[in-house]
Nanobody
């Protein structure tokens, strides 16, 4: 049974930094590409950063140069370092496999996420 537990969110001022962590259970972690997704109020959840099992990374344009995704396979953990945060980064952040882990019947697993709020 897969399980992802996200942490590290909070309230930060514009220009601030946060580091999100996600611990994954199960034996799938090291062989899967992982991603950080976010869902802003009244918007769809979107992938913002991804990392392959080999460590190659990709970012959406809006976070490129500010966010850094990394992974530690020995700890079953994926990180998202977020610098120069902007109010538009406010969202609930989730980690998951990339693409999201399928449970079957068109459903996907999602953890509880961690809230990031950027506000002065």
């Amino acid at each position: 049974q897969v399980r992802f537990v996200e942490s590290g969110g909070g309230l930060v001022q514009p220009g601030g930094t946060l580091r999100l962590s996600c611990v994954a259970s199960g034996s799938i972690f090291s062989s899967y590409a992982m991603g950080w997704y976010r869902q802003a109020p009244e918007k769809q959840r979107v992938l913002v950063a991804s990392i392959t099992s080999g460590g190659s990374t990709k970012y959406v344009a809006s976070v490129k140069g500010r966010f850094t995704i990394s992974r530690d396979n020995a700890k079953n953990t994926v990180y998202l370092q977020m610098n120069s945060l902007k109010p538009e980064d406010t969202a609930v952040y989730y980690c998951n496999t990339n693409p999201p882990y399928a449970l079957g019947a068109g459903k996907y697993y999602w953890g509880q996420g961690t809230q990031v709020t950027v506000s002065s």
